[in-house]
Each structure stands twice: as structure tokens, then as C-alpha cells.
């Protein structure tokens, strides 16, 4: 244990009393938050983003060690275990390392191999091996057989005997760590990665045609991005595509490989014209093509998958996190339309708490067309219920319903309404999933499932973390070929970002539903049904040691959640900051200095900016606590998200067909990838900002200029509206590109369900967006 602490800190780049200190807290049942926010003395002040990675790493190396114990006993047990190997067992920093050194004592089935040396042809294959001086022929003629053996074994020729004694030299060498790790690495850092479509599947069919960039695509395999890889694989996986390592450079005709040539090299062996050279060049020939060649490249594919998967979990996660922490619009009336055309808009409102107070179904569009009818009732719901946002779902006829509510906004101008709602276009990723599951039939049972999805949009937009929460990540819609990538390692990721993110805003612990307070530090579904139950059987907490009369929560499940929940209104004053109930003592001390009452104190920068952290520590205590504390005095129950804010469109753009190549228009960016953005600009199609277009500097990653939710600026530089591709820029100094062809960009419809790739673009924008193969959610 205390080397894996080492490693760790050494990798954090932390001291290891830090580490110790942060795993003793994770294994006695700690959590990230919890340790990020009220443990600062004891891990030395690590961050919630390095204890997210101590914690992977952690699980890794434990892993690893679980796995190097097994090692050790099993070749122990064999009676092979030397000094040496278990000093390179022990010394393996890797899970491959690891199986590489245990691969020829590993139980394997009876190869051809085995079958030689039982056959007595293992010292004829070592004699040839040390002394190439020998003649094969001659050397081999001891050992043939006279009549096949009782298992099989044929080795009444000379041929058979070379070819047994082959095997035994090609798997000994193919189970050699020193020999394959080299060439691993080789293949790692100079090998291709060659795709070709399969010749049986017709490039004109549009499911094949996706993936036209990668018919005939060569490139380096350590620098593929991961969406091409990831794109390349899929098409691999629905037999279109054709993936091979190949070598940087092709052998002529009857020559050795580069990789042979490797292969000698490493094993000390050249060609000297001796009697036995031909006979091993033919062994170093077979190692690598029966032995090794396939072998290295199954594992250098899952090295490239892994890394791709990584990327893309890791894109995901930062595009979820985005989501989640938008700005909120607040404590306001809302009512929510999810827009359809024959089957109708649904309406929904809900009042300020998000309690849905009403509901309605209105046909302005075909086959209907009541539009006086659809704005009468939308205009008595605002009137009736003093609505202050209207929130339109961006799916199917979302600019026409658009257009309805300008109109309906118009209308109540004109006639001198009191109150005027403000119109907002919100993603509707995964209302349909939240419409139908079990928990919207727990929370609205009275509502038909289309109904719901309207409650969603507009709690949504009230307060977009405590409505996403309730619906699974994976089904939010930002993300990178996630259903291709590790389930359970993007299941962990994203319930790691959605804790991180809960527990960073705060809750609110008497209108908080039970999948928001699940997220709570310590807290479980359970214990947040216990909680609802009690505030629905006691009515609202007045203080947080009320927690403690919740069945389920015990002192160690209080101290993980306290702190993260808020009482607005309660019987202690601090109950609505982010300062623990543990931390309580420490501002009564600095009420006492201060000589003033709490009510005196809380959100006075100008008496608390006074005081000096350092008068306030004690044993338990010290600086960076009172720190914290000193700031959620100053600003109690402080929102970390931004102020809200909504795009607004250009209403004389409706569709794809009203662009022009150098329009500047406002845009919402729905979805972060390494090469762009997507800017949803109002048109049913979202846009791509290739990284090249981000900034007037050269950008590695677009996450380093924008994030999900971010409202920007954008050119139109090119158009093609039968592709229904659209590239944009945020360098408003950009030239406009033409306005149809094969240089335009594809657009998804909606955050993280772009197109699939599709022919070759002659641009940057395009290239990336056409090898951008399955970018959907």
C-alpha cells in the first residue's frame, strides 16, 4: 500500500501524506465532495478534480496489486518462481506489463509447441538456436520418429522434426516480455493504422456511405483522434470496414519485414550465411507473422480504443457538467411547450416552486391549424397564472411554435398587458426518456405521458440541474459515440460529474425531490425517500439536526450530507450556507470578536474582510476552513452557476434556406468536442465551429475557448442546404466560404445528434465534421 501511495503522489505531482490522508477518508467511507469541501486540512487542500483521479487511480493500482498477487501464487505453485522473475513481477507498473511476464507460465491448452518438447525436440531447437553452424538437416535426422505417436504427433520426417523444433523457438520467443514489449512499443510509435472498405459492401448504400472517409484511409495509429478511431471501429464493427496494422513500409517481394528485421535485431540474431541462418530466418519469420503479428495488433487496438473511450467519456463528462451547471432562470412562473405538429403542442405550467398548476393541448399547425384558437388559451394561461418565461422544446416544429409565441407576445403587448413572459428555445434532450419513465409516473400520475414532457422543458429552464438529475446522463445528449465506449466507465464518470455538480450548487432541503437529494453527498435513493417522506408527514425542516430523526441517517451519513444542504428561513441562520454544522463553534468565536449578532454579520463584506482567518484556528481547524467560512458568510447560500441568459434569434431566419454566407448571428452551443463546436443558430440544424474558426490563436481543444450552454457570436461560412450542412465561425474577420458543395459542413439536429460522416470535404470544418462517424446521443 504505501508504494501505490507513492506512485499516486508522485503522479499528482502531491506529497504522500496528502494521499494517505485523502484514502483513509475514501476507504472509511468519505465522499469526493465531502472531502473536497470540509477536509482541506487533512489532504493539504486537494481538489475535487485531483481526488476524482487519485480515486481512478486508486482502484487501477489495487487492481493491479489484486492481479500481481495471483501472478505470483499461481507460477509459485508451479514450482517456477525465480528471484529474478519475482523481482520483475513485482517491479511491473502495468496490467500488460504484468501479463506479459505471465504469459508463458500462464495454463494455455496444448499447443504444437508442448507437443515437441514432449516429443524430446526441445534440445535440438536450442543446439540450432546457440550454434547456427549446424546443419539442420543433419542436426534433425536423431530426432525423427519412426511411426506417429499415441497422441498424434507426426514426426516421422525431417521437415516435421524442423517444424517442431520451430514452434518451440517461435512460442518461446512470442512469450518473451524483453522480445514483445519492444516491439509493441515499435509498432506503437511507427505502425499504421490502414482501413479499407470491404469490397462485398456497396459504397452507395447510405449506411456504408458513412463512413467514405476511412474506404481508403492510412495514418499513423499513435495519432489518431479519438472520434476517428472510434468511427473506424464502428464501421469495423458492422463489417464495412477492414482495419489492419500495418508496418511503415512495405518489404519488397520475398524480402524480410521491417518487423522481422525488428525481431532479429532484438533477439542479438543476423544472417551470416551459416548453414543453420536460413532455417532461423524462416523461425524469426513465422514468430512474427503466426505468433506475433496478430496478437500485437489486437492489443495495440484495444491501447487505441482504450485511449479513444477515455476521450470521449472524458468529453462527455465535461459536456454533462456544462449542462448541469447552466445558469438557472429562477424561481419563476414557467410555462413549458413541447412542440408537434399533428398531434399538437403540449402546454404545461408550472408555478414558481415547479408544482404544475396547469395543462393544455393546442393544434396551431396541420392538419388543424387553430391558430386563434392555440393563442386564446396560451394568453389566458399567462394571464391566469402571471407567467414569467415561456421555455419551447427544440425538437420537431420548435420554430414554428416559436413563431406562435412571438406572435402571442406581440399580441399582449399591443393590448397593454401588465406582464409580458420572455420566450426561451431549451434543449429537450431526454424529456421523452424522463416522459415515460417510472419516477414522472411517481412524481406527476395525473398527467398522460406527452404532458409530461412539457413539465420537464419548463422545470428545465427554472433549474436545469434539479430537473436533469432526473433523467439518465447518457440520455442528455452531448455526448461522443457513447454507446461504443466502456458502459460501466461512462456510468461512473457521469455519476461522479452529476455528484460533483450537486454538491457544488447546494440543495435545497425542503423542495428538493428525491433524485436530487440522492446526489447528496452520503445521501442514496433510499435515504432520499426517507427524507421526502418525512418533510411530506412533518412538514418542512426547521434545522438541519433534524436530519438525524430521518430513519437512515445516522451521525456518519449527516456529517457526508449536511453541509450541502440549505434551510432557507430555518431556526439557525447558518443552515442556509454551505458552512458544516461540525464548523458551527468556529463562527460563534468569530461572532464573539466581532461583537456583533449573525443577522449583523452574514453578506457584510465590509465587516467580515476585517477579520483575519488566522485568529480563528484551532486543532481541528485552520486556515483554509476558516477561509471558506469567512466567504459563505459574506455572500450565504451563494449560486456558483452564472446569471442566466438566453440567445436570441434572428427572427428573419427561420429555416437552413434563410442563411447566407456572412450573416453574424447569436447562437447557444449545445455540444464540445476536441475539433468544434456545434452552435444551434435557430434553424433546426446546429452549425460546427471547427477549433480552427474558435479564435484568432491557435486552439489544441475547443473546451479551452467554449463550453455547452455558452451564448456566442457566430459568421455563416458556408451553406449547403441539400446536405443540410451549415459552418460557422467565431473569428468575425472570417471570409465566407460558397454557399453549396462539398466544402459545406453537416449539422445534427438538436445537441449530440449531428449526422453521421459522410463523403470527403474538401475544408478543415467539413474534414472533421465528416470523420465525426456516430457524434449522437
Not at 468529453?315 to 438557472?328: E, I, K, S, T
Amino acid at each position: 500500500m504505501t508504494t501505490i501511495i507513492q506512485r499516486i503522489a508522485d503522479e499528482l505531482g502531491v506529497r504522500a501524506a496528502q494521499v494517505q490522508a485523502a484514502v483513509d477518508l475514501l476507504d472509511g467511507g468519505a465522499t469526493v465532495p465531502f472531502i473536497a469541501r470540509y477536509r482541506k486540512e487533512a489532504t493539504g487542500g486537494l481538489d475535487d478534480a485531483q481526488l476524482r483521479q487519485l480515486e481512478q487511480r486508486l482502484l487501477y493500482l489495487r487492481e493491479l496489486e489484486e492481479r500481481r498477487a495471483t501472478i505470483l501464487r499461481s507460477i509459485e505453485e508451479q514450482g517456477k518462481l525465480t528471484p529474478a522473475l519475482r523481482a520483475a513481477i513485482e517491479a511491473a507498473a502495468t496490467k500488460q506489463d504484468l501479463e506479459d511476464l505471465y504469459l508463458p507460465y500462464k495454463p494455455k491448452r496444448r499447443t504444437k509447441a508442448q507437443i515437441a518438447r514432449e516429443a524430446g525436440l526441445e534440445p535440438l531447437a536450442d543446439a540450432l538456436w546457440a550454434d547456427p553452424t549446424l546443419d539442420p538437416q543433419v542436426a534433425a535426422q536423431p530426432y525423427v520418429k519412426p511411426a506417429v505417436g499415441e497422441d498424434g504427433s507426426d514426426f516421422t520426417t525431417v521437415a516435421a522434426v524442423l517444424d517442431g523444433a520451430r514452434d518451440i523457438l517461435a512460442e518461446r520467443w512470442a512469450e518473451d516480455a524483453a522480445l514483445v514489449q519492444p516491439m509493441r512499443e515499435w509498432l506503437w510509435r511507427e505502425g499504421l493504422l490502414r482501413s479499407r472498405r470491404i469490397e462485398s459492401r456497396n459504397p452507395d448504400d447510405p449506411e456504408v456511405a458513412k463512413f467514405r472517409d476511412y474506404f481508403e484511409h492510412d495514418e499513423p495509429i499513435a495519432r489518431v483522434p479519438s472520434h476517428r478511431a472510434l468511427a473506424m471501429f464502428r464501421g469495423r464493427a458492422q463489417e464495412i470496414l477492414d482495419l489492419r496494422l500495418v508496418q511503415p513500409q512495405e518489404a519488397p517481394p520475398g524480402q524480410p519485414s521491417l518487423a522481422e528485421g525488428r525481431l532479429a535485431q532484438l533477439l542479438g540474431w543476423s544472417h551470416q550465411g551459416r548453414a543453420a541462418d536460413d532455417w532461423l530466418r524462416r523461425c524469426v519469420a513465422w514468430t512474427w507473422r503466426v505468433k506475433l503479428s496478430l496478437s500485437i495488433e489486437r492489443e495495440l487496438f484495444a491501447r487505441l480504443r482504450e485511449a479513444a473511450e477515455a476521450v470521449a467519456i472524458q468529453v462527455f463528462g465535461a459536456n454533462v457538467r456544462d449542462l448541469l451547471l447552466a445558469a438557472p432562470a429562477g424561481a419563476r412562473p414557467t410555462m413549458g411547450l413541447d412542440p408537434g405538429i399533428r398531434t399538437g403542442v403540449k402546454v404545461a405550467v408550472v408555478d414558481a416552486t415547479g408544482k404544475v398548476v396547469d395543462t393544455a393541448t393546442v393544434y396551431p399547425f396541420e392538419p388543424r391549424r387553430d391558430v386563434e384558437g392555440a393563442l386564446a388559451t396560451l394568453a389566458a394561461l399567462v394571464q391566469r397564472h402571471q407567467v414569467e418565461l415561456i421555455a419551447i422544446g427544440n425538437g420537431t416544429a420548435s420554430r414554428e411554435t416559436d413563431r406562435l409565441v412571438a406572435e402571442l407576445l406581440q399580441r399582449l403587448r399591443a393590448a397593454g398587458a401588465s406582464l409580458v413572459p420572455q420566450k426561451v428555445v431549451v434543449s429537450e434532450a431526454g424529456a421523452s426518456v424522463y416522459s415515460a419513465s417510472e419516477l414522472a409516473s411517481a412524481e406527476l400520475p395525473e398527467l398522460d405521458v406527452s404532458l409530461r414532457g412539457a413539465v420537464s422543458i419548463a422545470r428545465r429552464l427554472q433549474d436545469p440541474l434539479a430537473e436533469l438529475v432526473k433523467i439518465d446522463p447518457k440520455s442528455i445528449g452531448v455526448g461522443q459515440y457513447q454507446h461504443d465506449v466502456d458502459q460501466t466507465a461512462l456510468a461512473r464518470t457521469l455519476d461522479a460529474v452529476v455528484e460533483d455538480c450537486v454538491n457544488a450548487v447546494g440543495v435545497d432541503l425542503n423542495t428538493a425531490s428525491a433524485p436530487l437529494l440522492a446526489r447528496v453527498s452520503g445521501l442514496t435513493p433510499t435515504t432520499a425517500r426517507a427524507v421526502v417522506r418525512w418533510r411530506d408527514a412533518n412538514g418542512a425542516f426547521r434545522s438541519r439536526q433534524q436530519l438525524l430523526q430521518v430513519t437512515g441517517i445516522g451521525p456518519k451519513t449527516f456529517e457526508q450530507c449536511a453541509g450541502f444542504l440549505r434551510i432557507r428561513g430555518g431556526e439557525q441562520p447558518l443552515d442556509m450556507t454551505g458552512v458544516h454544522p461540525e464548523a458551527y463553534p468556529v463562527v460563534e468565536r468569530i461572532l464573539r470578536a466581532a461583537g456583533q449578532p449573525i443577522e449583523a454579520v452574514m453578506g457584510k463584506p465590509d465587516v467580515l474582510r476585517r477579520l483575519r482567518p488566522e485568529d480563528y484556528t484551532d486543532e481541528r481547524f485552520g486556515v483554509p476552513t476558516v477561509r471558506d467560512i469567512l466567504a459563505e458568510l459574506e455572500k450565504p447560500g451563494r449560486d456558483p452557476r452564472p446569471a442566466f441568459r438566453v440567445a436570441r434569434f434572428d427572427d428573419a431566419v427561420q429555416a437552413i434556406e434563410d442563411l447566407r454566407p456572412g450573416m453574424v448571428l447569436e447562437g447557444t452551443v449545445t455540444n464540445v468536442a476536441q475539433f468544434g463546436a456545434f452552435v444551434d443558430i435557430g434553424v433546426h440544424q446546429d452549425g460546427l465551429v471547427h477549433v480552427s474558426q474558435l479564435a484568432n490563436r491557435y486552439v489544441a481543444d475547443a473546451r479551452e475557448v467554449v463550453k455547452a450552454g455558452d451564448i456566442v457570436r457566430v459568421k455563416v461560412l458556408e451553406v449547403d442546404v441539400p446536405r443540410r450542412r451549415i459552418g460557422l465561425s467565431m473569428r468575425l474577420d472570417a471570409q465566407p466560404g460558397p454557399a453549396t458543395g462539398r466544402s459545406a459542413v453537416p449539422a445534427g439536429r438538436g445537441p449530440g445528434r449531428a449526422r453521421e460522416a459522410a463523403p470527403a470535404p474538401a475544408t478543415a470544418m467539413a474534414s472533421a465534421f465528416a470523420k465525426l462517424q456516430g457524434w449522437r446521443s
